[in-house]
Structure formats: C-alpha cells, structure tokens
C-alpha cells in the first residue's frame, strides 16, 4: 500500500449540488439518532459517502476526559456508530490519540466511551498504542509527520466533532480534529511556530468523508478542556471543512459574551484553508439546508 496518500481518500465532495457545497443544520428533538440521520439525509443520505462494505474510521474528540463539549459525547458517538453500520460500513473503526503523556485508552474508559461501545460492533483502536508511518504533507508551515498505521488502511474517514473556542488555535472545530491523528511525540512542535497554518496543513493528508458536528453545546470562551459554555442545541453535517467551520463560528459568536467576534473568513485556520483549496472559498460556494427540499 502507498502510504503517501495520509488518510482517507482525497476524492470529490459527495454533498454537493447545483454546484454548491451542501451543509445540514438540525435542532435537536431529544432522539439524537434520529436527528442524526436527518441531519444527513438533508444532503442526500449515507449513500453519497459510505459504499457497502466499507470500513470506515470514526474519529472523535477526545484530548481530555472532560465533559461535553470539551469531548465528545458517548452517546452521540454510539450513535453515529449504528447508523453507519445500518448504512453499509462493513466495519467501524473508533480511533484517536490523547494529549502527549496521557493514555489514551484511560481517558477514553474515564468519559464511559468503552463500556457505551462495548456491545456496538466497532473496533476500538488507539493510535499511542499502535505504528507509525512517516509521509510527506507538502505544506508550507508542515513538512512531514507520523501518522498512524492502522489509519491509514480504512476506506472512508468520518468525523465527530465537537463545537468549542481554543485558547491557542482560536477554535476547535473539523479542521482541528485533524491534529488527533499525529504521533503525540511530535504535537509539541505545533505550537512553537504557525501552530493555526500548521494544524490547516495537516489537513492536506487528513481527508474526511463525512463531518459530523454535536452543537447541542459548546464553548463561547476557554477551551479546549474547559469554557464558558452555551447550548445551541443544533447537529450539523457536511463533506466541507470550511463550511462546517465557518457555520459552526457563526453559531458561537452569536452569543453575547462571545471571545470569537471577527468575521468567520478571516480566521487564520480558516483563510488558509481556503489557500490550501481544503473546500468552500466565500458564502456563495455553500448552501444551509434545514428542511427537506
């Protein structure tokens, strides 16, 4: 296998029509699986993503034990976990890696992950435990980095993110959730120089397939592992990026209160991902779906 690639397949945005970026926003009823589903079906279903057979990596947010949104929610996670066997995936894979110095497995049993997926079906697997491979990003902040072996073999990358301010990076939003996957040992390095154009380069070997993004709550300062925290109450889904995050800021500075308060592009994160091409350039390149067409 080329390992070059990083992982997830680069491929085209499945959500997209009429030319335009298709991104969900769902209130929340109280079902969250339910509430799920529509939020995808709202761009044309699973289907567009997830072939039968698929084995698909599911990647949540779970740097620290703390409680929602610092993390991710369990129950949302199994959640997403069902429908995306009862939408084809022929396996799930749950993967991800703490903070440097920190066990991951730990962490992830702390929050109840384990034991709320432990009768799911999904393979459970910790990067800080496994190998690591070595490829070439090509950014221009971000050279090389380790990414893990295991993650690099799936089919299809599925994202759980969670919605929240960071005190270094600005945000914590899809584009972050990227910096889960390198080697711990070399996260350090991130936050010496560029660490927002870094963790956007990052993403240039990082290729989710489908974005998930829990807003039931979320940070409108601090972050990442504590905040002052508001309760949008809302699910959102994309094959975007940008659009995830610029939405996403959209619905945090709508508070008062809020640290975030510039115009949503002009974000580092955000403006150099759309340097890079990672997806949506303006507001004309996507379009808010909220009920069915």
């Known amino acids: 296998m080329d390992f070059a690639g990083g992982i997830g397949k680069t491929m085209t945005n499945p959500?997209?029509?009429?030319?335009k970026v298709l991104l969900s926003k769902v209130v929340h009823t109280g079902d969250l699986k339910a509430d799920i589903l529509k939020a995808v079906d709202l761009m044309g279903g699973f289907s567009r993503a997830?072939?039968?057979?698929?084995?698909v990596l599911l990647k949540p947010n779970y740097n620290s034990a703390d409680p929602p949104p610092a993390s991710t929610d369990p129950d949302f996670l199994r959640a997403v976990v069902e429908l995306l066997f009862k939408h084809g995936a022929g396996k799930v894979v749950v993967g991800e890696s703490s903070m440097q110095m920190t066990s991951t497995r730990k962490i992830m049993a702390k929050t109840?992950?384990?034991?709320?997926?432990?009768?799911s079906g999904a393979e459970i697997v910790f990067f800080d435990e496994g190998k690591w491979?070595?490829?070439?990003v090509g950014g221009k902040y971000l050279k090389k980095v380790s990414l893990p072996e295991r993650a690099m073999r799936v089919d299809k990358l599925v994202y759980s993110c969670c919605m929240k301010t960071h005190f270094r990076a600005d945000f914590s939003l899809s584009l972050k959730?990227?910096?889960?996957?390198?080697?711990?040992?070399?996260?350090?390095a991130f936050h010496m120089r560029h660490l927002k154009e870094k963790l956007v380069d990052l993403n240039l070997v990082v290729h989710p397939n489908l974005i998930l993004m829990d807003g039931r709550k979320c940070f409108i300062s601090g972050g990442p592992f504590s905040g002052e925290v508001r309760e949008p109450n809302v699910i959102l889904a994309s094959g975007d990026r940008i659009a995830m995050d610029v939405e996403a800021l959209?619905?945090?500075?709508?508070y008062e209160g809020a640290k975030l308060k510039s115009e949503p592009w002009s974000y580092p994160q955000i403006r150099h991902a759309v340097e890079l091409g990672l997806g949506a350039k303006s507001e004309e390149d996507y379009k808010v779906v909220t009920e069915a067409k």
């Open 50 to 55: 997830i072939a039968k057979g698929d084995e």
């Open 177 to 188: 959730l990227a910096f889960g996957f390198p080697k711990s040992s070399e996260r350090l």
């Open 15 to 19: 959500f997209v029509e009429d030319g």
């Open 112 to 119: 109840g992950t384990l034991e709320k997926l432990k009768d």
């Open 250 to 254: 959209k619905v945090m500075e709508s």
């Open 133 to 136: 491979v070595k490829v070439d």
